[in-house]
Every structure is written in structure tokens, then in C-alpha cells.
């Protein structure tokens, strides 16, 4: 028997977990790639060389990192609560300010992925790109935008089915 809903809350559960799993290896890809450019350039120093774009590189990997771990930190609960203030209300004052919490959440998310899909539209039309390498870097704030609605979604989940967990980490 699975906890999985039936139905069209299934499907949407399954899609969530879907895109989380697959955001969490861009992640993990982001993570790599940030220690493998560092290493290369520190091993290639000793040498008297340099890696060309090692920071181009490893900003943009940082950036997708942070951008792809948000969704999985989220359906995870593993954002920082001041538990200590949380567990002196009782039932009823805990599920009132969760709920204010995460409609709160739902439109800051929202408000990041349209000044997000904003700012990639800025350095698409003014052809922005990386100092050394000369990447384009216009579609950097679109995987944060991306990652900041499936943060909404996810999180619409969390104020739909309370105390229930989308995934365990």
C-alpha cells in the first residue's frame, strides 16, 4: 500500500517529487562542478597557470546550487523555525501562524520569480554576459524563477495537506 494519493492530487504529487529529484541532481551537478573548477585551478596555480573563467564558472554553479536546493529544503521542511516561540502557542495558535506563515511564503516566492523572470529579460535584451568567458548569463534568474514557483507549489501543498510530508529526506 503507498501513501500516495490517488487521483489528480497523485499526479501532482508525483510531479512535485519529480522535479524536486531532478533540481536536487542539478544541485548535486552545481556542487561538483564548483569543486572540481576550484581544484583544477588551485592544482593548475601550483603550475604557474590558471584555470580561464574558474569564477565565472564557479558563480554560476553557485548560483544554480542555491536556486536548485530550494524546492528539496521546502518539501523537506528543513528551513530554520523559532521553535521556541512556535511551541508556546497551542494547537490552534501553531496551525494560525503556519498557515500566515506560508501564504506569506506563497507571495514572496511569487514576488522573487517575477522580478526574477524580469531581471533575465533585462540581461537577455541588453546581452549581459560572464566577465572572463564571456557566457550569456540571462537564464540564471530563470532557474531561480523556475525553483521559486515550484517553491509555491510545494509549499501550496504543505498549506493544503497539513501535517502531512510531501517527501522524507
Not at 596555480?45 to 536548485?68: E, H, N, P, Q, W
Request: proline share 4%.
Amino acid at each position: 500500500m503507498t501513501s500516495e494519493p490517488a487521483g489528480p492530487v497523485g499526479w501532482y504529487h508525483r510531479g512535485l517529487c519529480a522535479l524536486i529529484h531532478f533540481l536536487g541532481w542539478i544541485a548535486g551537478a552545481g556542487l561538483m562542478a564548483m569543486v572540481l573548477v576550484t581544484t583544477c585551478d588551485v592544482v593548475l596555480r601550483i603550475f604557474r597557470s590558471s584555470f580561464k573563467g574558474a569564477y565565472d564558472i564557479v558563480c554560476i554553479a553557485a548560483a544554480l546550487t542555491v536556486a536548485a536546493s530550494l524546492p528539496y529544503t521546502t518539501a523537506i521542511k528543513g528551513h530554520v523555525a523559532i521553535e521556541y516561540f512556535f511551541h508556546k502557542l497551542g494547537r490552534r495558535g501553531r496551525l494560525v501562524v503556519d498557515t500566515i506563515m506560508r501564504v506569506l511564503v506563497i507571495a514572496l516566492f511569487c514576488l522573487l520569480a517575477w522580478q526574477s523572470v524580469k531581471y533575465g529579460n533585462s540581461l537577455k535584451s541588453s546581452g549581459t554576459v560572464s566577465m572572463t568567458v564571456q557566457l550569456p548569463i540571462f537564464w540564471v534568474p530563470y532557474v531561480l524563477a523556475a525553483s521559486c514557483v515550484l517553491v509555491v507549489l510545494i509549499t501550496f501543498y504543505h498549506l493544503t495537506h497539513p501535517g502531512k510530508e510531501l517527501m522524507k529526506p
